[in-house]
């Protein structure tokens, strides 16, 4: 069974950063496109960023210039540096890969139990 398991959320003042990680273990053959998203409360969830195995990336237009998403694949660990935080930035964030297990050997959409992110104006 795959998991993946964030951690780095926290509270933070405004203008300040968190990093946050994604581990993914288990019985795992390869890892295509791993990413963030957010959800607010009494928001629908949102894409923060992604990268793809090649590395391509891609950021929602908000948090462009202010986040950054890199991994590891040795690891299977994806991470969000989160610098210049707003208060519209606060949120519980999700981790999300799309993961090809050992057996059977198809890709499936795995989601991380979520972190919150809180930062105070």
């Known amino acids: 069974q795959v998991q993946l398991v964030e951690s780095g959320g926290g509270l933070v003042q405004a203008g300040g950063s968190l990093r946050l990680s994604c581990a993914a273990s288990?019985?795992?053959?390869?890892?295509?496109?791993m990413g963030w998203y957010r959800q607010a409360p009494g928001k629908q969830r949102e894409l923060v960023a992604a990268?793809?195995?090649?590395?391509?990336?891609n950021y929602a237009d908000s948090v462009k210039g202010r986040f950054t998403i890199s991994r590891d694949n040795a690891k299977n660990t994806v991470y969000l540096q989160m610098n210049s935080l707003k208060p519209e930035d606060t949120a519980v964030y999700y981790c999300?890969?799309?993961?090809?297990?050992?057996?059977?050997?198809?890709?499936?959409?795995?989601w991380g139990q979520g972190t919150q992110v809180t930062v105070s104006s």
């Open positions: 999300n890969a799309f993961v090809v297990p050992m057996t059977p050997r198809r890709e499936y959409h795995f």
């Open positions: 990268i793809t195995s090649g590395g391509r990336i």
């Open positions: 288990g019985s795992i053959f390869s890892i295509n496109a």
